[in-house]
């Protein structure tokens, strides 16, 4: 069955580089959302695999670390893998401590360990 993945955040551009590469990588479908209530919508309304979290929302540049931080204070919700996207480890650590899964950064997306790093969630790569 098909893996989908919720891209909550990004921007166009930086939506379509991630969409491509867990494309190539994966079978699975990306969906996208603007911020929490349209992530929070999304996940109570369909079978979400993982979330992939932007370190600032394009839409208001608010926090994406709020964004996980809600998903995991909602106790429905909260079992779905979440990552945050940055380049910035610190931020990572940040999002570790609250529930998150270590995430990876746009700058990463060409490495063979951001697709290690996926494997467990979304199978075996391509």
Not at 50 to 75: C, H, P, T
Not at 110 to 123: D, F, N, R, S, Y
């Amino acid at each position: 069955m098909k893996k989908r993945v919720l891209d909550v955040g990004n921007c166009g551009p930086d939506h379509s580089s991630i969409r491509h590469f867990l494309a190539k990588h994966f079978e699975c479908e990306v969906l996208q959302a603007d911020g929490a209530a349209d992530a929070l919508s999304a996940l109570r309304n369909g079978q979400i695999d993982l979330v992939l979290v932007n370190r600032k929302l394009d839409m208001d540049y608010s926090d994406g670390i709020e964004v996980i931080r809600q998903i995991k204070d909602a106790a429905d919700v909260a079992h779905v893998p979440t990552m945050l996207v940055t380049n910035y480890e610190e931020h990572h650590d940040a999002a570790l401590k609250i529930g998150a899964l270590r995430g990876f950064g746009k700058l990463d997306l060409a490495k063979p360990e951001t697709v290690e790093k996926l494997q467990p969630i979304l199978g075996s790569a391509d």
